[in-house]
Each structure stands twice: as C-alpha cells, then as structure tokens.
C-alpha cells in the first residue's frame, strides 16, 4: 500500500512530465520556471529547516561516547569516538560524514536454539554501509559531473571526474561507472525495504516516495544517454541561460530532457519537506558534534530552569532529633 | 539562533557551493558553438545533396555510432562505400567526406604531412561542441592533435 | 481498580521462543497490550503529591480507565512545542531519521520480545507520528501517508508502555548513522507523559525519597550509620579492624557519595564494605553524607527538572561541609547524570578544587570543572602507582567477567579504568564477546527505572542479550562472577543470573578490590567480604 501509492505519485510526475516534454508551448514552464523554483524552494527550505533547528539551544552536552574516556594519563584515550578537542570532534564528524563510521559498525544479530539454550550471536552486517556509500557517493559525483552543463569554460578536475568515472571506456557513450554504482545501490536500498520483514515494517510511504524518484531520475538520465537521445549543446545553453539568469530555450532539444529535469526539479523542491534533511541535520547532531569535555568545561544552557529543591535546612529541621541521637553533627542545636 | 555563527557561516558555504553556476558564469554571454553549415563546399552542393550523411537529427544523436561503424568497415571488413538510409551512397572517410564540408579552408592547409586530420584543430567541427560539453572522443588518444603535430 | 494476579514469569526456555516476524497489521493499526509482567505499577498519589507532579492520583495501568486529567491532548501537544524549542536534539531526532533500520536489532529489548514497537526507530516513531500531525506540514495534509496520526488515549498507553520498555541505554545511537539517540526521545516521553501524570512507582517513589529523604531507599539519617556501622561490625568480623567512617563532617577533604543501592541488601552493601575498607587502609579524609546520601537520579528517569532538583544536594552539601572534591561511587545512571548534567545545572563548581589523590598526588584533569571523580579512577591510579598492597590470590575461586554499565560506557567512556582494577585484584579475568562489552555493551535490562518485581518477565526478556553473553564466557571459561560498577546492576542482575545462568554470582568491583586488599594489621582472613570461606584457608575445607 505505501509502496503502491509512492509509485504512484511517482508515476503521476512521469506523466505530468511527458505530458510538459510534448507541449512545445509548456517547454519554457518545464525548462525553465519549474527548475527556477524548485531551486528557490530547495535553498529556501533547507535554510529555513536548518534555522529553526537552530533556534532550539543545545542544552546539555550530551555526546555519545563511543570509546574510552579521557582521564589517567597512561590509559589511552579514544580521541575521535570520545574527542575531548575541536580536532577530535572535526575528525568524527568528517568520518561520519564522509564514510558513514556508525553504519560501518553494524551487527547483525542473530537467534539461534543450541544444544544448552538459546545463543545469541552478532554477526558483520556491511551491505547496508557498502550500499549507502555507493549510493551517497555516486550521487555525489553525478551531481558535480552535471557541473559541465552548467559551467563555461568547463574546469579540468570536472574533465578529469567525468574521465575517471569512464574509464572503462565500455560502451558508445561510455559508461560512467557511477551510473552502474548508482542505479545498484538505489535498488538495493529499495529491495532490502521490501524484502526484509522488519524493515518493510517501518517503512513509510515518506521511505519509498524518495527511493522511486531518485530510481525515475537515474533512469530517464541513462535514457537520455543511450536511447532517447537529446541535443546536448541546447542542453547546455538553457543550463548556462539559467545559470546567467539569461533563460533560453533552444528548440529541438529532445523530450527526455525535459522529463528529466522536472523529475529532478520535483527531487529538489521535496527535499527540505522530507527526511533528506539528513544531510543537513547529520551536521548538527548533538550526539556526534560535541566536545565530549563535560567534567573539563562547563556547558552553559541558556534556558537553566529555575526549580524547587529541599535545601540542607528543611531536611535538617526534620530529622534533627534522629540526626542527634545517631551522633550526627547539625547545624542547630 | 544558538551557535548561529556557526550555522550561519556552514549555510553560507552550502548555498556558496550550490550557486557555483551563477558566480562562475557571471557576466559571460551565453556562446554557444558555432558551427557554420555554409561552409564554401556545402554551398558548392546542389540544394538536394546538402544534408549529411543522415538527417542533422540523426547525425546530432548517432554520429558517434556511424563513426564507430565506418571505422569499423574501413579498417577491418575494407569497405569503402556507405549507403545511408535513403540509399544514397557516401565514401567512407573522414577526411574526404566528413571535413570536405566541415572544415575551412585554412584548416585543410594547415594538414602538414598527413599526421592528422584538420578536424582535430578545428574551431568547427569536432572540437567546438565537444569542449563545450567536455566531451571527449577517443579518438584523439590515437591521432594526435594538429597543434601539437605542429610543434 | 481491578486487581491484577501475580503472574508467573514464564521459564527461559519458553522466552527464548522470540518471533521476530513483524504482526501483519499496520504497526498504527495494532494495538498495544498491557501485558502482566511486563510493566510496573503506577506512580502513587502520595509521591507525586510530595514531588508536586500533575495529576496525582490512584490508578493503575491494568484499568481501562487512566483518569487523564481534563484537557490533557493541549497539555501534551503544548509539551512538545516547548519541549521542541528547548531541545535542538529532540527537534533533530524527530526530523532526520530515515527509518534504515541500523537500529533496530541493537535494542535489548527488541532483541528479546520481537515486537516491532521495541526496535528503536519504531519507538521514536510513536512520537515522531504526532509530532507530524500536529509539527509538520507534510504530516498536516498527508496525514497517515506521511506516517502522521492523531494524538488519542490509545496513543497515550502505547507511549507509556514503549516509554517505560527503554532502559535509556543508548546503545542504538552508537549505530545510527545520524546518532539519533532513543534515550533522549523516551527522556523527552517520559516528560510528557508526566505532564499527565503518568509515571511508574518504581521511579516516583525513589524519586519523593530521595527528594525528601536524600536517597532513593528513603534511609532517615539514623538507618544510614546504623547500616554502616553494621557493615563496620562485619568488616571487623572479617578483618580485626575496626574502620570509623564519619558523617556530615565539616572540614573534611573529600566527600564520598553512593548510590544508596549501597546501603541494603547484597551485594550492594559488601561494594559499600569494600569503600569503607579501602578509605581506611589509605587513611582517607573523607566523609558521608545522610543529607546528600545517593549518588544517583531517578528524577533523570521523570524530567529533567526533577533531575536538577535531587541532583541539587551533591554539590549543596560539599559546599556546607567545605570539602575540597567528591568522590563518586558505583553506579551507573549517576555517572552519565554527573558527567553530562551536573555541572550545567548547578555548577560551577568553584568552591570545590580540581581532585587530587591524597595518596599518589595525581591531578585527575579530566574532572577540572565538575571536581568530582569515580571511585574505579581513583582505585585505578592507587594500583598503577603500587599504593595498595594486595593479594588476587584471595579472588582466585573467581572467575569473573565485567559489565560495562550502559551510562558510563555510553554516556561518559569508562571503560579501562574498572578493567584495570580488575586484573591487579583477579587472577581470572575473561571479556564477554566483542559486540556485548565496552560502548557495545548489553544493558541488564533493568536500568531507567524499571527494577521493580511486577514486571519481571520484562526485565528476565530485557536482560537476555547481557545474560547471553555472560553464559558464553560461562561456558567457555567456567565464569562464575559477574561484575560491574553499578547499584542497579547489583541490584538487577543477580535475579537475572538465577534465571538465564544460574551459579554466577554478581559483585561490584569494589568488593573484588576489598577481598584482595591487605591491609595494614589485619588478622589471617578466612572469609570474603560474604563470610564464605576462603579457597585453602576455610575451616571445612
């Protein structure tokens, strides 16, 4: 059910979007507008969400300390999984970000009946970071291999990204290796959510919707590339027309393009709605970005709620006769 | 806003490096390649014979699959003649059928003992579209460019 | 109230049966069932009354009828909207979690039961549904397809049953890839859930007093020496020495403080004989405090108010008696409390000097600001610098395997402190498995509150994953002590020993340290601090 109508609705923008690539007289709308605003609401959004989480202070310092403390000095510490320096801190987060430390230690546990009872045992469980990182990383180098259509000149490291990825040379146009990464992993991320039991569980329709877009996007673009062919140099005009705030519209560019682009215009004016403000929020996560220095320094909350509290003297005027006779120095005698 | 600074100074970077386009375009006019179809051999054509070997649709997607396929026939089976799809027939050879049109005239004199094909060093064609997309062909990793022959 | 039987808790090798195969209705769709022996009682109209917490009142779980005081959905919606402007990391959490699942088999308590509501990110999803309907756009106009829902009584129960299912252990936040922590989610739950009264009394009750009292076992001043002198009396039993603690002592240069776990029953009392044993043998200046006499903080497990308000006393009382720092006990709660919120809500702490060991003159840097430092660093510098004379042998009927408490570990990184101490005082030290100790390590099941009686078949489930492990090493190396740093744990895991692996005893690591300890003039020891005989030099042996 959830999958169905995430399917759905990512059929529904398919079809707005053939019918935008086959009316000659919406390519500006779907070339042009559509990209416009859904940047707006993409930059809008992601600033808008980041702020208001900005808003709510951070009042405790409350790392997870995923490694031995800092305290005697022969005992070593675990300076990036308990950093008590900025460094420290930078180094976890640069691992959490860019190579998915915590997914990297996934287990999986598993129930078995032995001979004396019951054995848990917890097993290596990488799929889910490999496919994570291929996933995040493909993406990421697509994305700045679309640079060459909207940058003249075009900088060399992007030729020399686009030469890397192709470097197979398989195929006319040659294959990019993160194509093949990507459309893998996306798959894979789609198919453990509806294969394993637990995961289709929590699964939301919010879970699927993305996962189908993202697969729609991929697939019109490898489309694009080999089957429905588009004129790249119009391409390439509207894009720098966009990015010159100079908007042109180049006839015959091919309709794939524009089922393409408003796919990924829909992508990015749904992110800041959804829960692919991971990437923003993964920056700010208490747990992880913290000095785990609590016993050196003070952290200061700027909301320290006043309250009550049952002072020495109370307790002192209720159980001083006890306190006396159990030999126990008071204040008042 | 708590720890704005930082917040704020991480969105500025974020937007900085998702407005690359904008900033690194500033000010630049929107040239496209230009590629002149009115080259002095096309005009020399008969009206009728001046489309391509394929249609320019078919030539803009495909050129690069015709291209593999006439080398191909020319280096491997030896054919020498191509019949495109209206049955018309075309040499197969990149100097004397594609750059015969697709090339100025300078560029043809510029061909310095057979190293390479005027194309490589044109403004036209191939080079013109190709950069402008950073497109590259493999073809340059065996023929050497005209400029470099040069030196 | 409808009167609930006392329910037998199935036997172990019926709870190991876990079905992991999800229910075939929506987890929205299924409703959630109060189960005798899995959950605790209700907090009591008294005690919430003496901690001035809303809606007190009897009740019980088992009824139908939860008496929610009028107008409670505005209450608990406008507890989250202040709770969400307070919170950066409540706000986050909500927000980016992307249900992949890493989580969900790291939980003790989805580990021993299969329902899906236990798998962490299902447990945030029971609030994280509300807060889209009522906090998010998308959860306003999709509704259901959003994984939105609409905040009903039902709700409610769910919340408190999944909310009082967490031990706050935060093992799931180690692997989450965004480090969404569930123990800050069920925190924040808890809170809300108090805004309508509803509690457990397992929690309230230590909470009032402790509040009232200055510990959680409710000891008036009186029953606190007269239970040390008790354990003074058997210290000379065993030892030919008499030890002289003091209390509430003005000038003192250190104050000591417990968790009051300590104070009754074992083995928390032969832990409390091994600090009396050990500050005697050093000559340590140091004091009790029957005013501030428990190191730990079931108001962490109510709101953090209620946190801040018993954890007042620490600091108050080493001010009024002019300490110069404070040592901490074994406990495990206490710590994370002391390490992450001490020291904002009621420091700084400078009337107080950065601890320095007595004995070996170490500086202890790392406590610089809070001035407070654990008993296993302080012991754990005294063995490294050879200031105690000790004999392992005397532990050698032991083989012993340590827990890691999920709030140090977790919450604060201690981790080879204690190990050390272990291996100067036993000769026979074996680590459970890799994925079950250290910042991996298995809660005992009890932990955040919920070591209360009625809901043992929940706590035997919940500690299954840590007694698992220990039967590993018990099979595999003979381990027959468990030990540990913390009063719950002592408190907890010797019922689950007796269930999952019976003949593992249960010690805190300080009563190790007292049994290997020689002190100065003592006679020939024939028992341990539980008056067993001693291997080689017990009269029937």
Same mark, same amino acid.
């Given at each position: 059910m959830k999958v169905l109508f995430s399917l759905l609705a990512v059929i529904v923008l398919i079809l707005v979007a053939i019918m935008g690539a086959y009316t000659t007289s919406l390519h500006y709308t779907f070339g042009i507008i559509i990209p416009y605003l859904a940047l707006t609401l993409f930059v809008g959004g992601f600033i808008y969400r980041v702020v208001k989480w900005g808003r =709510?202070? &951070?009042?405790f310092r409350i790392p997870t300390t995923i490694g031995q403390q800092k305290?005697?000095?022969?005992i070593k510490q675990n300076k990036i999984e308990n950093p008590t320096s900025t460094l420290g801190v930078i180094v976890r987060m640069a691992l959490e970000i860019l190579f998915f430390r915590s997914l990297f230690r996934n287990t999986k546990t598993e129930l078995s009946q032995g001979p004396k009872g019951p054995i848990l045992a917890y097993g290596s469980a990488k799929w889910l970071w490999l496919g994570s990182l291929f996933f995040h990383w493909s993406f990421l180098i697509i994305l700045i291999r679309h640079l060459r259509y909207f940058?003249?000149?075009?900088p060399f490291s992007i030729q020399i990204l686009e030469s890397i990825d192709g470097?197979? /040379?398989?195929g006319l146009p040659a294959v990019y290796l993160t194509d093949a990464f990507f459309l893998i992993a996306v798959t894979y991320l789609f198919l453990r959510r509806i294969f394993i039991p637990q995961l289709k569980y929590i699964s939301l329709a919010a879970d699927f919707f993305p996962l189908f877009l993202i697969m729609s996007i991929a697939s019109t673009g490898v489309l694009m590339r080999? #089957?429905?062919?588009?004129d790249l140099v119009a391409v390439k005009q509207l894009a720098i027309g966009l990015a010159t705030f100079q908007p042109v519209l180049p006839s015959g560019i091919g309709a794939m393009f524009f089922v393409h682009i408003f796919l990924v215009s829909s992508l990015f004016a749904y992110f800041p709605l959804s829960k692919l403000m991971h990437m923003g929020g993964i920056f700010m996560s208490p747990t992880r970005n913290m000095i785990s220095n609590n016993r050196m320094v003070r952290h200061i909350n700027p909301w320290n709620q006043e309250v009550k509290y049952h002072t020495y003297e109370q307790y002192e005027d209720e159980y001083r006769d006890k306190m006396k006779k159990a030999g126990i120095p008071v204040e008042k005698e | 806003m708590y720890k704005g600074g930082k917040i704020i100074a991480s969105l500025i970077i974020f937007v900085g490096l998702l407005t690359i386009p904008f900033f690194y375009n500033m000010?630049?006019?929107? !040239?496209g390649p230009e590629i002149n179809l009115d080259t002095p051999a096309i005009l020399a054509l008969a009206p009728a014979d001046q489309?391509?070997?394929? =249609?320019p649709e078919v030539m803009k997607a495909n050129h690069m699959q015709l291209l593999n396929q006439w080398r191909e026939a020319a &280096?491997?089976?030896? /054919?020498?003649v191509y019949i495109n799809s209206q049955g018309k027939s075309f040499e197969i050879?990149? /100097?004397?059928?594609?750059l015969n049109c697709h090339s100025t005239e300078a560029e043809k004199a510029s061909v310095?003992?057979? *190293?390479?094909?005027?194309a490589f060093g044109s403004t036209q064609f191939c080079a013109s579209c190709h950069d402008y997309n950073a497109v590259q062909p493999l073809c340059y990793t065996c023929h050497i460019g005209s400029k470099e022959a040069a030196k | 109230m409808a009167k609930v039987e006392k329910v037998k808790t199935p036997k172990p090798q019926e709870l190991s049966q876990i079905d992991f195969k999800p229910p075939t209705t929506d987890w929205m769709d299924t409703p959630t069932v109060i189960k005798p022996g899995n959950f605790c009682w209700g907090g009591k109209e008294k005690d919430l009354l003496t901690l001035g917490l809303p809606n007190p009142r009897q009740w019980s779980? !088992?009824?139908?009828?939860?008496?929610?005081?009028?107008g409670w959905e505005s209450t608990i919606l406008e507890g989250m909207a202040e709770r969400l402007a307070k919170y950066r990391s409540f706000k986050i959490f909500m927000d980016i979690?992307? $249900?992949?699942?890493?989580?969900?088999?790291?939980?003790h308590f989805y580990i021993a039961t299969?329902?899906?509501?236990?798998m962490p990110v299902l447990r945030a999803e029971l609030i994280r549904s509300v807060y889209k309907k009522y906090f998010t756009t998308s959860g306003k106009f999709l509704g259901k397809l959003a994984g939105a829902r609409e905040l009903n009584e039902d709700v409610l129960k769910e919340w408190w049953s999944y909310f009082f299912q967490?031990?706050?252990?935060r093992r799931c936040s180690v692997f989450c890839p965004y480090g969404i922590d569930q123990a800050e989610v069920t925190i924040i739950g808890r809170e809300l859930l108090n805004l309508v009264g509803l509690n457990i009394d397992w929690i309230s009750g230590p909470a009032a007093n402790c509040y009232m009292k200055g510990n959680h076992l409710g000891l008036e001043p009186h029953a606190i020496t007269g239970n040390i002198e008790t354990m003074c009396d058997d210290i000379e039993d065993i030892t030919g020495i008499r030890v002289n603690p003091t209390f509430n $002592?003005?000038? !003192?240069?250190i104050l000591f403080i417990t968790p009051?776990?300590?104070?009754?029953?074992e083995p928390g009392i032969q832990t409390c004989m091994g600090y009396l044993m050990l500050f005697h043998e050093l000559g340590l200046d140091y004091t009790w405090s029957t005013y501030a006499?428990?190191?730990?903080? #079931?108001g962490f497990f109510t709101s953090n108010d209620m946190a801040k308000r018993l954890n007042y006393k620490i600091y108050a009382e080493a001010k009024r008696l002019g300490v110069k720092w404070i040592l901490g006990g074994e406990c495990g709660h206490m710590w994370r409390v002391l390490s992450q919120y001490m020291d904002t809500w009621?420091?700084?702490?400078? #009337?107080?000097?950065?601890?320095? =060991?007595?004995?070996?003159?170490?500086?202890f840097e790392n406590a610089s600001s809070t001035k407070m430092i654990h008993i296993s660093e302080f012991t754990a510098d005294l063995i490294k610098h050879k200031k105690l004379n000790l004999d392992p042998s005397r532990n050698d009927h032991l083989k012993v395997t340590y827990h890691d408490s999920c709030n140090p570990s977790?919450? *604060?990184?201690?981790?080879?402190e204690p190990r050390e101490v272990i291996k100067a005082v036993c000769n026979n030290f074996y680590e459970m498995p890799e994925s079950t100790i250290r910042e991996k390590t298995f809660c005992c099941g009890s932990g955040s509150g919920l070591?209360?009686?009625?809901n043992m078949e929940q706590r035997m489930r919940g500690g299954f994953p840590r007694a698992n492990a220990v039967k590993y090493v018990k099979e595999?190396?003979?381990?027959?002590m468990l030990a540990n740093i913390c009063a719950v744990d002592r408190a907890a895991l010797p019922a689950l020993m007796d269930y999952w692996n019976p003949g593992v005893g249960v010690t805190g690591v300080t009563e190790l340290v007292a049994n290997a300890l020689v002190m @100065?003039?003592? @006679?020939?020891?024939?028992?341990n601090l539980r008056f067993e005989d001693l291997p080689g030099k017990g009269g029937d042996e």
């Open positions: =709510s202070p &951070v009042p305290s005697l000095p022969w940058l003249d000149p075009i470097i197979l /040379q398989i080999y #089957f429905y062919k588009v | 000010g630049k006019v929107n !040239a489309q391509c070997v394929e =249609s &280096v491997r089976d030896g /054919q020498s050879s990149l /100097q004397n059928t594609c310095t003992g057979g *190293m390479s094909n005027p | 779980p !088992a009824d139908e009828d939860w008496k929610l005081p009028e979690c992307v $249900r992949c699942g890493a989580c969900a088999d790291k939980c299969g329902d899906p509501k236990n967490c031990t706050e252990c $002592r003005k000038g !003192a240069e009051s776990g300590d104070l009754l029953g006499s428990e190191g730990g903080n #079931f009621h420091g700084p702490a400078d #009337f107080l000097e950065v601890p320095k =060991s007595p004995i070996t003159g170490t500086v977790r919450g *604060m990184g201690l981790l080879d070591n209360a009686s009625e595999k190396h003979g381990v027959n @100065k003039g003592e @006679k020939e020891r024939t028992t």
